[in-house]
């Protein structure tokens, strides 16, 4: 007889690589973490649960209560150098999946939450960040950079070509996030002129998880 699922459990992606495992809830971008293992990764993505609650919270969204208490792995996806690097770099299946109109406003609300949780933790942020044991880091500014300068460089996966602009640069920012938010919000995804397409749900996650990332950092170093 199968056994029946959960139903609150919450489907999850595992990424495995030699030396790091990445484990991303499948429904809910943004919400990835690392660990040494599979289960290093499931404890500390439970762990983070109450601080990507304040993303969807922004979004109007009801992260469920029990959300982080059962974490199934529902597809686990071989590492790559990318995941060795630092980054979920590995397409899932269900990142296939085709958007519905309502499944696309509803990650576009997730994605813009997350980039207003970002933004209010950088203002709040030292320009100074506390540095690791030998001193490596970026302080705020640079990572704001880095960050938008990603966005830019994700963007072209879905057919959106602008030049990225400076962190500080307010309106070239909002600007980019807009055209980002308007084809995930229409399902409009263009192709790159010269590399593969990125699966409309796998570029989501991936700028989501990247903007939070880099959020909690400088949150934890502020």
């Not at 489907?11 to 690392?34: D, I, M, S, T």
């Not at 029990?66 to 199934?72: F, I, K, T, W």
Request: hydrophobic share 45%; net charge neutral.
């Amino acid at each position: 007889m199968p056994t029946r699922r959960k139903s609150f459990a919450t489907p999850v992606y595992a990424e495995v690589g030699k030396k790091r495992v990445f484990v991303l809830a499948r429904n809910w971008p943004g919400w990835c973490r690392a660990g040494k293992d599979e289960e290093a990764a499931l404890t500390t993505l439970a762990d983070y649960a109450p601080r990507y609650a304040a993303v969807t919270t922004e979004a109007g969204i009801d992260l469920p209560a029990r959300a982080a208490d059962h974490l199934e792995v529902v597809e686990r996806l071989p590492g790559d150098a990318t995941t060795e690097f630092g980054a979920p770099g590995a397409v899932a299946s269900g990142d296939e999946d085709p958007l519905s109109p309502a499944e696309a406003r509803r990650q576009a609300a997730l994605l813009e939450a997350a980039w207003t949780v970002f933004d209010r933790i950088v203002a709040g942020a030292p320009a100074t960040l506390a540095k690791g044991p030998r001193g490596g880091g970026r302080d705020r500014d640079p990572i704001v950079d880095h960050v938008v300068g990603a966005e830019a460089a994700y963007a072209r996966k879905i057919g959106i070509a602008q030049k990225a602009p400076a962190g500080n640069d307010a309106d070239a920012v909002a600007a980019l996030r807009s055209a980002i938010l308007e084809a995930v919000r229409t399902r409009t995804f263009g192709s790159p002129p010269r590399s593969e397409r990125w699966p409309a749900r796998y570029a989501i996650r991936r700028i989501a998880w990247h903007v939070l990332d880099h959020a909690w950092e400088i949150e934890d170093k502020s």
